[in-house]
T-cell receptor, first 115, second 117 residues
């Protein structure tokens, strides 16, 4: 059973460019959340997708957008990249079910470097 | 707004000894969940233990246990019989559950734990 997979592993972009990160949730999961983790910090919640809609959002500008596909996979898009967007981007999946105990499973992340 | 505070940036412990990591949080909600996650150098966050706020009994998972003090808004993690593989960054997390079934996590800044041989 594959866990949460993210691609690519590493990415280097320049300021002003746009980037798309991808996430495939753990088999059977229907909810995907995205986090930004700056070096030495805890993950910061960006947003969450369920039933192909953004359901919750953290304090991130509109430059950060996402999408969830019918197969539950998800993309995170960041426009007009800034140096401060350099971070590890984590995807986490879960199942909206009382039995699932609201437990998230994380991918290994995509390391984005903005030069 | 909820906040999670981990006041110990780094800690070390001798192998086989016991260590306690601290976490405090602030919320006005009554129903929430608390978690400890571990992030080894491989970067993948791994769930260590979970606690429902409405349960008074402290959660335990093998060598890991928590001391949940709801009134004090404290949620510490105790690791017994520490092993070299416990070396990692540990994050405390607070989760708000919405009626839709979706949720939101707030993470602390983490405690870097080093287990010494």
């Amino acid at each position: 059973d594959a866990g949460v997979t993210q691609s690519p592993t590493h990415l280097i972009k320049t300021r002003g460019q746009q980037v798309t990160l991808r996430c495939s949730p753990k088999s059977g999961h229907d909810t995907v959340s995205w986090y930004q983790q700056a070096l030495g910090q805890g993950p910061q919640f960006i947003f969450q997708y369920y039933e192909e809609e953004e359901r919750q959002r953290g304090n991130f500008p509109d430059r950060f957008s996402g999408h969830q596909f019918p197969n539950y996979s998800s993309e995170l898009n960041v426009n007009a990249l800034l140096l401060g967007d350099s971070a590890l981007y984590l995807c986490a999946s879960s199942l909206v079910s009382a039995l699932a105990k609201n437990i998230q499973y994380f991918g290994a992340g995509t390391r984005l470097s903005v030069l | 707004a909820q906040t999670v505070t981990q006041s110990q940036p780094e800690m070390s412990v001798q192998e086989a000894e016991t260590v306690t990591l601290s976490c405090t949080y602030d919320t006005s909600e009554n129903n929430y969940y608390l978690f400890w996650y571990k992030q080894p150098p491989s970067r993948q966050m791994i769930l260590v233990i979970r606690q429902e706020a409405y349960k008074q009994q402290n959660a335990t998972e093998n060598r890991f246990s928590v001391n949940f003090q709801k009134a004090a808004k404290s949620f510490s993690l105790k690791i017994s019989d520490s092993q070299l593989g416990d070396t990692a960054m540990y994050f405390c997390a607070f989760m708000t559950l919405f009626t839709s079934g979706t949720y939101k996590y707030i993470f602390g800044t983490g405690t870097r734990l080093k287990v010494l041989a």
